[in-house]
């Protein structure tokens, strides 16, 4: 037997308390009548809580908890970085970044300045070669790099730092296996999925990105009959209080907060990368928006495309798009 869960704010419920009963006395039967007799005379103003299908459910579990494995990844990085940085900095300064695979590789081959320092231009070239080394970087720059930040610190210091950067280095690779799983596994879902191809015809929008909106969003096109629905839930929309004279245009805390930061990163690429929403970005800065409400007007565009495209069940169309705006601007 299947039943229908409906989600109710705590403010709700216990407004809807008071028009049953003055006197502030409380009790869970009480509640429980409340809330029944109040979606009883009121369903058509709440949403039950979707369920989702077996493959939805997996994809936003997975999504999910690669965002906590990339931040246990950074923490580790920063950590890392911080070691490096009273008795090895070279490493820091040597490939890309940190995180990549070479650079811990470097690190556990080389742990300490001193045996940095024997490293020439022909044991670059081996090491390189050996761990597939893509960067257009030749031996000799990396050895110049390596040599000008090699520093030396006690030896009681370099041997427990020594230590500790190895541990913490065959962590950060482990780290960087899971995500590769994750992003394959990821990738599979994406695949399998109707509505895929939707999110991923948009521009600038990656993997994750599009598998955080999808695996949000649902599958239900009824959970967001309007634009400012899925504006509201992404928070790009504001909150409009207004009373008498008094009118504020506010920031949306209640919202998700996993679909916010998936918009915002999506617009961002798009504000650096589109024609048309770096000019929109920049007209917006020039009229002394600050950069997060620019980013936030701008989703509310993109948002509004989204939406148009995900009920339709069509991909995203840029022609048509443009061609729609600049009627827009003849007709205006």
Known sequence: ?????????????????????????????????????????????WRPVPVASPK?????????????????????????????????????????SLDRDISLAFLQDYPTPEQARRVGP????????RHGYSGRTRPEVLVERLRTHLLTAAPGTVAGKQLTAVLFAEQLALLNDHIRILNKRLDELLVAHPDAPI??????????CAATLLAEMGGERDRFPTPAALMAETGVAPVTRSSGRTRQVRFRYATNKRLRHAVDWWVFNMAREVPWAR??????RSRRQPHNRAIRGLGARWVR???????????YDPDLHLGNRAEADLTA
């Open 56 to 96: 939805l459910a997996e994809l936003r579990a997975v999504i999910r908890d690669r965002e906590r494995v990339v931040w246990n990844q950074r923490n580790l990085e920063n950590q890392l970085r911080a070691i490096l940085e009273s008795y090895h900095p070279a490493v820091l300064h040597l490939f890309s």
């Open 305 to 315: 495309v989204l939406w148009r495209c995900w009920q339709d069940h069509t991909l």
């Open 199 to 208: 999110f991923l015809s948009f521009p600038c929008m990656g993997r994750s």
């Open 279 to 284: 000019e929109a970005y920049e007209q917006a």
């Open 122 to 129: 022909e044991r670059m070239k081996a090491f390189t070669g």
């Open 1 to 45: 037997m299947r039943l229908s869960l409906y989600c109710v704010s705590p403010k709700i419920s216990a407004r809807a308390r008071e028009r049953y009963r003055m006197a502030p006395k409380k009790d869970d039967a009480f509640d429980a009548f409340v809330l029944a007799d109040s979606l009883r005379h009121e369903y058509r103003h």
